[in-house]
């Protein structure tokens, strides 16, 4: 009987090193393929029956760069555009209707104080004077 448990212990033994073996293998075969996931991911895949070619990740960054640089073109445009729109001390569209507003103030003071006027020179006269029409503004 004891051929027989030393023959069952060595067959054990072979069989819990194969499936020691087999299991590291296991591991190794699973890092190996995300390694090679990993890879392709950064190299890129070329187009398979089915489907398309996925780009690497160079690939990918190039063109965020040129999707970039075509924002940074569009947003030096908009920023030329709206510079007329701030004041910079005389030369800007914005300074041109500032001056406009501050003109419009002070001719409209100046026609109350010739409203003013006219109504205390009515007040005060014994002929009567012609009504002038204020224009209507636009």
Known sequence: ?????????????????????????????????RVNQHFDDL??????????????????????????DSLGARIGVVEQDTAQLRRNGGTHLADAVHEQQ???????????????????LTAASTQPIPAVERPEAA
């Open 1 to 33: 009987m004891t051929d027989s448990v030393a023959q069952i212990i060595a067959l054990a033994s072979i069989l819990g090193a194969i499936g020691v073996i087999g299991a590291a293998v296991r591991g190794v075969w699973r890092w190996g393929r």
């Open 43 to 68: 190299m890129g895949e070329p187009p398979r029956p089915g489907f398309e070619a996925r780009p690497g990740v160079l690939e990918r960054l190039k063109g965020i760069d040129v999707a970039l």
């Open 102 to 120: 501050r003109l419009q103030a002070a001719h409209g003071q100046i026609l109350a104080r010739i409203e003013a006027t006219l109504s205390a």
